[in-house]
């Protein structure tokens, strides 16, 4: 019995004299954390998506906390999110005007021309290897094998007729579709302007022609007409100005090709009516 106690006390003092020193060290090294961080972690929705710059929901909590990042960034939590952040720092954020991922492409498998008949792996990176950047006659078009598709934790993204679209519900500006694609074809742009350009291509007139029905043929009747300004014409292809934008439409009847999207709804041009009659008053 005498033998059975012994080892039993000794392992219990070590166990003891172990916990103390464990103690002592927690103590002596503890790093104090704000208790506002899991306050703010908790407000956000979870997505770890990266659209906030940060590498999750954590590392942009403490940055939020520590003062390095904005409480708006979360584009997921939206406005919800940015209140109870800015209810537990005690400050006024300004809610950010809603983004989402745009494709610029409009050359669906019934208008754009393809060289050959692509067979390998489906996806957009491994099909760009091969000569020509991929099947597609444009070389800066969309090859509509979904590697924007695959990466978007969201289910925001789709093929539709060989070209993929966004739905703008779904979305969160994460970049993630951005990073996927190898011809850059994805940019963020502010959901409420409702006026896209839906080309990608660099190339002039009849090269564009040649390979897509509605390509931007670079006339640049749409820089000419808008009456805001907004529009300049950059690297071949017409860039809209959105803080200058009024969503008037002008852009889009003036597109020969067709080339300018128009996601206008009726609210939205009776309001541009609305807005013109009144000027005009």
């Known amino acids: 019995m005498t033998n059975l106690i012994a080892p039993v006390v000794s392992l219990g003092g070590l166990g003891i004299v172990f916990g103390l020193l464990l103690g002592y060290a927690n103590d002596k090294f503890k790093v104090d954390v704000d208790e506002r961080i899991p306050l703010v972690r908790e407000a956000l929705p979870g997505a770890n998506c990266g659209g906030c710059g940060f590498a999750g929901c954590d590392a942009y909590a ?22 109870k952040i800015s209810n537990i720092l005690g400050v ?10 745009y494709v610029k492409c409009k050359g669906t498998c019934t208008i754009a021309k393809e060289k050959y008949t692509y067979q390998g792996i489906m996806d957009c990176n491994q099909a ?11 070389e800066f078009g969309c090859l509509g094998l979904g590697s924007c598709v695959k990466v978007c934790l969201f289910d925001a993204l789709e093929i539709v007729d060989g070209v993929a ?31 896209r350009i839906q080309c990608n291509s660099k190339n002039k007139g009849k090269e564009v022609m040649d390979t897509c029905g509605v390509g931007c043929i670079t006339c640049g009747l749409c820089v000419k007409n808008c009456p805001e300004q907004a529009i300049t014409m950059t690297n071949n292809l017409p860039v809209i100005d959105y803080s200058k934008c009024v969503n008037c439409g002008i852009c889009v009847g003036k597109c020969p090709k067709k080339t300018i999207e128009d996601l206008r709804s009726s609210e939205d041009l009776n309001a541009v009516k609305f807005a013109s009659e009144s000027t005009s008053v």
């Open 128 to 138: 760009v290897i091969n000569p020509g950047g991929g099947s597609k006659a444009c």
């Open 92 to 101: 006024v954020t300004e809610i950010s005007d809603p983004t989402a991922a």
């Open 62 to 83: 403490e940055a939020v906390v520590n003062g390095t990042a904005k409480p708006n960034k979360c584009t997921p939590g939206g406005a919800v999110a940015v209140e």
């Open 165 to 195: 679209r966004v739905n703008e519900e779904k979305c969160t500006s994460c970049g993630a579709c951005i990073n996927a694609c190898p011809k850059g074809l994805i940019e963020i742009t502010p959901v409420n302007s409702r006026v």
